[in-house]
């Protein structure tokens, strides 16, 4: 079964840090492509980060480029994002997701954690 945990959200103050963690279980993990979504209420879900299986390419929304630093480290089967320079509009659930490449290709959320960034 897949399994995806999210950690790390917080309550921060504007222009402070917080690191996200998913620890991921039940696939091979460096065969997936991982990224990071948030949604904050009466919004819909967003790709804030994505890091590829392949040559770890990655891809940021251009309102967290610059300020967010997707990464993975495939020998403890988790992904982070390092989340500096946070703003109010950064605050949301943010959800872990996997695409499962050359195994089922099938795609899998995490439960989510909350960041608010307080004004």
């Known amino acids: 079964q897949v399994r995806l945990v999210e950690s790390g959200g917080d309550l921060v103050q504007p222009g402070g840090s917080l690191r996200l963690s998913c620890a991921a279980s039940?696939?091979?993990?460096?065969?997936?492509?991982m990224s990071w979504y948030r949604q904050a209420p009466g919004k819909e879900r967003e790709l804030v980060a994505r890091i590829t299986s392949v040559s770890d390419s990655t891809n940021y929304a251009d309102s967290v480029k610059s300020r967010f630093t997707i990464s993975r480290d495939n020998a403890k089967n988790t992904m982070y994002l390092q989340m500096d320079s946070l703003k109010p509009e950064d605050t949301a659930v943010y959800y872990c997701?996997?695409?499962?490449?050359?195994?089922?290709?099938?795609?899998?959320w995490g439960q989510g954690t909350q960041v608010t960034v307080s004004s």
């Open positions: 997701n996997a695409r499962l490449d050359h195994t089922s290709w099938s795609t899998h």
């Open positions: 039940g696939f091979t993990f460096s065969w997936a492509t």
